[in-house]
């Protein structure tokens, strides 16, 4: 709960600033029971059209079957008025649940006043996020993305760029681990140590190898003067949902400072509380000797 309420604290400063426009949940949409049953009475008969209108338009990168209409908590909706667990959360995106009460009027506020800004310029609700992201964890400064994917791009360059500035030419090797996943742009599918992902987009960016997960003795060898960053998922979700065994992450950490490498933690998928804990890495025995350079 704690971390859920640091997460929240722009949401709920705002709110009282400006209390006067408070809306309710009941006034900004219907309940999920009343859109269910009005589903099914009019049984929607415009979901196969629009599968089939679906299909013709979009990239078969996907295969969806589903249409989805509205949610409530853990619940979500298909256009046929059937009811489902949303055991994925939006591919772990809505870690709150769905239309959680303190962050639909926290977005609710937001909207009625600047929907988006560039890079060029502030808003307070950024700067205050960065602020507790800051006082959470182990890091310094916050960088904001648009995806995974972005953010481990932007790891991975920040990891080549500190090299070059302060390591000799060879150090530009970058180690994950068999069965990850770090994203689909071309230098993060080459960073996901799974053939299935990378087949068809060669040829792959170089200065990447692939150690075996949760391999202490493997990792040794592979971490050495030629490596400048250790990218690994606390968790893994793509490979499966395999945790670290305890003591792995430490192990890096001392094969990192060992080598002067960064050690880089992917939690897009098991941080922000989604273990329990704000990271996925916290659940290691130790309490500092684990932390990373960089998390994304």
């Known amino acids: 709960m704690a971390n859920r309420e640091r997460l929240l604290n722009v949401g709920s400063t705002v709110s009282k600033k400006f209390s006067a426009t408070e809306t309710t949940e009941t006034e900004l949409k219907k309940t999920s029971t009343e859109k269910e049953s009005e589903l099914k009475l009019n049984n929607n008969p415009k979901a196969a059209d629009l599968l089939a209108t679906a299909q013709k338009v979009f990239l078969p990168t996907y295969a969806p079957n589903l249409i989805l209409t509205h949610s409530k908590g853990a619940l979500i909706w298909d256009s046929d008025g059937n009811e489902y667990i949303d055991l994925g959360s939006g591919i772990s995106v809505n870690s709150l649940g769905h239309l959680d009460s303190d962050l639909l009027q926290a977005l609710n506020i937001q909207a009625g006043k600047i929907w988006h800004t560039?890079?060029?310029?502030?808003?307070?609700?950024?700067?205050?996020?960065?602020?507790?992201?800051?006082?959470?964890?182990?890091?310094?400064?916050?960088?904001?993305?648009?995806?995974?994917?972005?953010?481990?791009?932007?790891?991975?360059?920040?990891?080549?760029?500190?090299?070059?500035?302060?390591?000799?030419?060879?150090?530009?090797?970058?180690?994950?681990?068999?069965?990850?996943?770090?994203?689909?742009?071309?230098?993060?599918?080459?960073?996901t140590a799974q053939p299935k992902y990378q087949q068809g987009f060669e040829p792959l960016p170089g200065g990447f190898r692939y150690c075996p997960f949760n391999d202490f003795d493997t990792a040794t060898e592979m971490i050495g003067p030629q490596t400048c960053a250790v990218l690994i998922e606390p968790i893994q979700g793509e490979g499966g949902v395999n945790p670290v065994k305890p003591g792995f992450l430490s192990h890096l950490r001392k094969l990192c400072d060992q080598h002067d490498v960064l050690l880089i933690f992917d939690e897009i998928q098991c941080g922000m509380g989604r273990t329990g804990k704000l990271f996925g890495y916290q659940w290691e025995n130790s309490e500092d000797s684990e932390q990373p350079d960089n998390s994304v």
């Open 118 to 191: 560039t890079n060029l310029y502030l808003t307070e609700p950024a700067i205050k996020l960065a602020e507790e992201l800051v006082k959470a964890t182990f890091a310094d400064r916050v960088f904001f993305c648009n995806s995974g994917a972005e953010a481990n791009e932007a790891a991975i360059k920040i990891a080549r760029k500190y090299s070059s500035l302060s390591q000799p030419a060879g150090k530009r090797e970058i180690l994950t681990f068999e069965g990850s996943f770090h994203g689909r742009t071309l230098a993060t599918v080459t960073a």
